[in-house]
Each structure stands twice: as C-alpha cells, then as structure tokens.
Nanobody
C-alpha cells in the first residue's frame, strides 16, 4: 500500500512560484505513474499533470502548460510540481495520487490520494 503526503503549499502573489512535493511510502513507488490534481472550492477535482513511472513522459492540463513542471525522483520516492507564473485561478487544494487505471488524466484512474496541500494565489 502506498501512502502519499503532500507539502509545499502556501500563499503567494500572482506571478510568483511554489514547489510542491509529494512523499511516498512503500517500495513500489517506482512502479507507478503519478499525478497531481487540484480542487478549488465548489468545483470538481481536476487533472493538473502526470508523469510515467520512469519520468520519460509527462502530460499537462492546457491551463498549466508552460508554467508547471512535474518531476520525480524514484530514489527518494518523491514527485514534485514546480509552479511558476502563478495566477489567482490556480488557487486550490493540490493532491498527488498514483495511477491505478488506464488513463493518465482522469481522476477516476488514480488512487491512494494524499490529504492535499493548499495553494492560494493573491491578485
């Protein structure tokens, strides 16, 4: 069983940067594709970015392309999300999860959710 713990959230002004990190327990971390998702108040959880088990392929939501970068370190059991040029609409709770299904962008194909970390971007 993989347990995930997110960190790195906070309050930042528009245009600023944050780096989120997700620490995973368990020896099978490197076997799974991983993803970052977010959920704003009153909205459904949405895909942000995903990365394959070896980091060889990444995918991003159109809303974050060119601003966010996902990466992983299998030796440290971590997956990070570097967020640059942040906008107020990026405000949300950010979650990491491991892929348990086929698709790499669908919420339902990910599991072992962490508790999330709050990101607030002020205008």
């Amino acid at each position: 069983q993989v347990q995930l713990v997110e960190s790195g959230g906070g309050l930042v002004q528009a245009g600023g940067s944050l780096r989120l990190s997700c620490a995973a327990s368990g020896r099978t971390f490197s076997s799974y594709a991983m993803g970052w998702f977010r959920q704003a108040p009153g909205k459904e959880r949405e895909f942000v970015a995903s990365i394959t088990w070896n980091g060889g392929n990444t995918n991003y939501a159109d809303s974050v392309k060119g601003r966010f970068t996902i990466s992983r370190d299998n030796a440290k059991n971590t997956v990070d999300l570097q967020m640059n040029s942040l906008k107020p609409e990026d405000t949300a709770v950010y979650y990491c999860a491991r892929r348990i299904g086929i698709h790499i962008t669908r919420v339902d194909d990910f599991g072992s959710w962490g508790r999330g970390t709050q990101v607030t971007v002020s205008s």
